[in-house]
C-alpha cells in the first residue's frame, strides 16, 4: 500500500494568515483526499484532488478559503487561508486506489490557529 | 448518498471483557466497509475491511467484523479486550475504488483496569 508523508506535523498560527499542507505519496497515485476532523469529532471530507484538473469541493467548502493543489500523481497541497479560531482542526490527506490496500491515511496536520 | 451511523459515542468496557461496537450504513448500492482505529494523537490505522466473500472478516490486534447485508450493519468485536484497545474506532463506507470514504461519527472505546 501506498506511504504518505504530511508535513507539517502541526503548526500554531495566527488568526487572518494562512497555512499550507503538504502531503507526498511514495507512488502514483490518482485521486486524492483531504479531510477535516474537528476537536473530538469524525472525519469529514473537505474535497478530492485529481491531478490535471480542479479540486472537486463538498458542500460547506470553497475553493477560496481552501485551495487545492495537484501538480502531478505524487503530491498535493492544502491551504487553509485567512484563518479563524473556528478553522483549528487535524486535516488529513488520504489516497485510495486499490481496495484490497484499503485507503491510506497522512499522519495527519494538527492546527491551532490563535 | 451513503451515510453510516455509529450508534454509541463511547463505550466504557473492563479489561479482558468482550466488546462490540455498531455500525450501521445506508446506501442504495453495494458498498464496501471499513473499520479504522485512532489511537491519542495518533493518524488512522486500517483494522479491517470488507470487499467480498465471508461476511466474517478478521483484522489486527484480534478484532473481527461481520457484515450483514440484511440488516446493513457492520459490527466489530473483540472476544477479550486490553487496556492498549483504549481509542477511538471509526466505520467507514466507500463506493468503490478511487472514491471518497464516509465516516461514522466515531465511538470512544475506553477500556478500564
Known amino acids: 500500500s501506498a506511504v504518505i508523508s504530511q508535513k507539517p506535523s502541526r503548526d500554531i498560527c495566527q488568526r487572518g494568515t494562512s497555512l499550507t499542507i503538504q502531503c507526498q505519496v511514495d507512488?502514483?497515485?490518482?485521486?486524492m483526499f483531504w479531510y477535516r476532523q474537528q476537536p473530538g469529532q469524525s472525519l469529514t471530507l473537505i474535497a478530492t484532488?485529481?491531478?490535471?484538473?480542479?479540486?472537486?469541493?463538498e458542500s460547506g467548502f470553497v475553493i477560496d478559503k481552501f485551495p487545492i493543489s495537484r501538480p502531478n500523481l505524487t503530491f498535493s497541497t492544502l491551504t487553509v487561508s485567512n484563518m479563524s479560531p473556528e478553522d483549528s482542526s487535524i486535516y488529513l490527506c488520504?489516497?485510495?486506489?486499490?481496495?484490497?490496500?484499503?485507503?491510506?491515511f497522512g499522519s495527519g496536520t494538527r492546527l491551532t490557529v490563535v | 448518498a451513503q451515510s453510516v451511523t455509529q450508534l454509541d459515542s463511547q463505550v466504557p468496557v473492563f479489561e479482558e471483557a468482550p466488546v462490540e461496537l455498531r455500525c450501521n450504513y445506508s446506501?442504495?448500492?453495494?458498498?464496501?466497509l471499513f473499520w479504522y482505529v485512532q489511537y491519542p494523537n495518533q493518524g488512522l490505522q486500517l483494522l479491517l475491511k470488507?470487499?467480498?466473500?465471508?461476511?466474517l472478516v478478521k483484522g489486527i490486534n484480534g478484532f473481527e467484523a461481520e457484515f450483514n447485508k440484511s440488516q446493513t450493519s457492520f459490527h466489530l468485536r473483540k472476544p477479550s479486550v486490553h487496556i492498549s484497545d483504549t481509542a477511538e474506532y471509526f466505520c467507514?463506507?466507500?463506493?468503490?475504488?478511487?472514491?471518497?470514504?464516509?465516516f461514522g461519527g466515531g465511538t470512544r472505546l475506553m477500556v478500564k483496569p
Open positions: 488520504s489516497v485510495g486506489g486499490q481496495l484490497d490496500y484499503g485507503y491510506t
Open positions: 507512488s502514483q497515485v490518482t485521486m
Open positions: 484532488a485529481n491531478q490535471g484538473s480542479e479540486a472537486t469541493y
Open positions: 446506501s442504495s448500492v453495494s458498498v464496501y
Open positions: 470488507y470487499l467480498s466473500g465471508s461476511t
Open positions: 467507514a463506507v466507500t463506493l468503490g475504488a478511487g472514491n471518497m470514504l464516509t
